[in-house]
């Protein structure tokens, strides 16, 4: 049955263009919110009335947001009808249509949000689909490489350390991370929660990864997929860290600081590449790892 | 005759307020008004104020010959603290205050509010203007009336807002520059004055009575003291904040 699909370049190459085009998204959201410019442009889906207005200030950030999001959502309209025309497989069709609804809704959010002066409810809420987004658009990426539809390097999970289950709590624990944190950043909590969710989610992380190192070492992908988890997550870590101490090095400060907004975005988008990627060990392990019993079949 | 009382310390939470339509006409006796002066000291070192950077929008910048630094905190040469806004707190017999006819006015001029604080009577027009070549948007960051954000484009027509009801202090904000801000006090009364650059104030046409005084810095907080105003006297009242 694998056999009957076909890779096709084109839709991957499409499919990756979306994804880094995302994670570009993610980053100006991010630059939105770090130089205060959010409420910029009070009106929506036009900005002061038209298509395109005088690029200045904190316009620059909320205008240009607007208009990767409307490029993303193209795109996306694109991959979606792609997937239909040629793909085989039903559940990555519905995928690209979840992706589709995911980009139309997150839209919607972001435009309720300024049209009702950033609720931080709506704020948290986009700001949360925003990495979930990021995160399907990867998989497609995926799911349609030439490395997924090749023949697995199988491995026989073993009874005294399973890991699908905790591959599969990883990135759970991510999103809620990330929803505290933007929850956080929209002041609808306070820091601690999400400081105190950090060492839960990164001790997890690298639970998981020590048991895929020592216990499955043996198969590279795993390994390198484990690594690249861990790497991320340390860096979001140092990232975070100096971004709360830039905070509060400028609590007085009278416009967002350069320092304090660099290493905040940073923040935002490596939260974005460590759900993407704990997403993506979770899939591998799935097609890497064969349930027990079912190793020779 | 003068009567001097020393401002109480301490910080306060926001006041209750309600609107006061619904209430009799309120009515002032000339011949027996007072009026209620003081200034209010800063302690301390004078913290400086750091430049604004407006390089992200340079028809800001360019309006300004020498570098604008932030309004947060004013020291005064005399020692005395500018931008504080000052009200009769409590003492008022209740009534509605009749709005004044005369629009305040609140300019955006260098990417800058002017004036940084000020009051209005519930009821009352704030006229918004932009003087500026380049776009804003005026946030009304208020809590007890709705809050709104509108844009307001070079040479647009003049905003007039009003706010029904009394709010003691909101900020407008603009996240185009996001380094303007100002303050507004909509106060039930006409019993209320910001500091300039001396540092004091003069709230006149006062019923005589017994008033909580209260004085409001955007950094410092809330301070309030209580004076006995005679009839056609002057009561003096003084706030000290401090570094």
Sequence with gaps: MAAKIIYRRGLHLWSM?????TLMLVVVGGLVTSRDAGLSVPDWPLSYGKLMPPMEGGILYEHGHRMIATMVGMFTIVSMV???RVESRKWLRILGVIALLAVITQGLLGGLTVLMLLPWWVSTMHATLAQLFFSTTVAIAIFTSSWWLAEPTTTAEQTA???RRLSLIAPILVVCQLALGAAARHKAIGSIYHICGSPIVAGVILWLSLRISVHYSENRELRRAALTLTTITFTQIFLGIAAYMTRIAYADAVQPMPLMVTFTVFHVAVGALTLASSIALAIIVRRNLTLVGAASA | MPLLLLAACGSSPQPSTQSTASLPEAHVDPATAGTISGRVLFEGQ????PVIDMASNPQCERQHKVPFRAETVIVNSNKTLRNVYIHIKDGLAPAHWAAPAQPARLDQNGCVYAPHVQGIVEGQALEILNSDPVNHNVHAESQKNP???ESQPPRAEHKFKKFGSAEIMFPFTC????WMKAWLGVSEHPFFAVTGEDGSFRI???PPGTYTVEAIHEKFGRKEGKLTLSPTGTATIEFTYGS
């Design chain 1, 17 to 21: 263009l979306l994804a880094l085009c």
């Design chain 1, 82 to 84: 792609w997937l239909w």
């Design chain 1, 161 to 163: 350390t399973p890991i």
């Design chain 2, 46 to 49: 004078a913290p400086v104020m």
């Design chain 2, 147 to 149: 809050a709104w954000n």
């Design chain 2, 175 to 178: 996240s185009v520059h996001p």
């Design chain 2, 204 to 206: 006149e046409g006062v």
